[in-house]
């Protein structure tokens, strides 16, 4: 059988990512981060995200992709790629004047922990079923993404529940600086390319990240000054569950990614040099 990566085609986590609603997922992890004050602060002082927000969206994208359906080699390569470039990354902690590394296991932990925690969500509430136990499974895949980026698989919560104490255990120390806000206001309003600012794109693009903030726990909301209401996050999960809806209408092969494409390819060949051998039985 071809190598199908770190997951697989039966695994919880293709069936996750199969749904085009994850985008606003990541896009609800990226306010997420942005409350974990030594996060953020790594960001800000370490990327060059506002000179090039399109390119550093895409370069994100092609990892996820990579990891999720590349063989295990390229996902294990890409993975050797980030940690070379975190290795090199130090910042300063704005409240503290402390240098930290921004590879500190508790800060991969947070961005890992809220970038899977809210790919699951924006695809729960635009429609995917899936019980709790295939919920925990995806968590527990996951670790295996940890893995790639230099955490101890056993150090990541790998259940809803574990996610949810996590969750708890962290909220004290997350809190809206400078940078939050900042980066919270780049999100909502990011410079659009190609003149398209000017155009009805604008509107749609703010559009999803009204969702993206709607999604967010009511916590996270009040963080940023915003309602928590409960109310809130009911109207975004029927939003949420129309623009799943109108997603999955669009033709796979139109928005899939590259690397999901080569990977039904890797699969569809082995299958056919496994055929022959079949029949023959």
Request: no cysteine; glycine share 8%; aromatic share 8%.
């Amino acid at each position: 059988m071809s190598d199908a990566g770190l997951f697989g085609p039966d695994s919880v986590t293709w069936r996750v990512h199969r749904e085009p609603i994850v985008t606003v997922g990541g896009l609800r992890s990226l306010y997420l981060q942005a409350l974990h004050p030594r996060a953020v602060a790594g960001v800000e002082q370490n990327s060059r995200y506002r000179q090039d927000p399109w390119g550093r969206l895409r370069r994100t994208s092609d990892y996820v992709t990579t990891v999720i359906y590349g063989t295990t080699e390229q996902a294990e390569k890409a993975g050797r790629r980030v940690r070379a470039v975190h290795g090199r990354m130090t910042a300063t902690d704005p409240r503290t004047g402390e240098l930290f590394r921004v590879d500190e296991p508790e800060l991969l932990r947070w961005v890992h922990v809220t970038e899977v925690e809210s790919f699951l969500d924006a695809a729960l509430r635009g429609g995917l079923r899936l019980s709790p136990a295939e919920i925990d499974g995806y968590f527990a895949e996951q670790t295996r993404a940890a893995a790639l980026v230099g955490l101890d698989p056993a150090t990541v919560p790998a259940t809803a529940s574990e996610i949810e104490s996590y969750y708890e255990e962290m909220r004290p120390s997350l809190e809206l600086t400078v940078d939050s806000a900042a980066t919270g206001l780049f999100l909502t309003l990011p410079p659009l390319p190609y003149g398209l600012g000017l155009t009805p794109v604008r509107g749609l693009s703010f559009s999803v990240s009204a969702l993206a903030i709607g999604l967010l726990p009511p916590w996270a909301r009040r963080l940023y000054g915003l309602p928590g209401l409960a109310a809130t996050g009911l109207v975004a999960s029927a939003n949420a569950r129309v623009l799943g809806t109108l997603l999955r209408q669009i033709p796979l092969e139109w928005i899939e990614s590259p690397a999901r494409k080569d990977a039904m390819r890797r699969l569809a060949e082995a299958r056919a040099a496994e055929a022959p051998a079949g029949l023959e039985a």
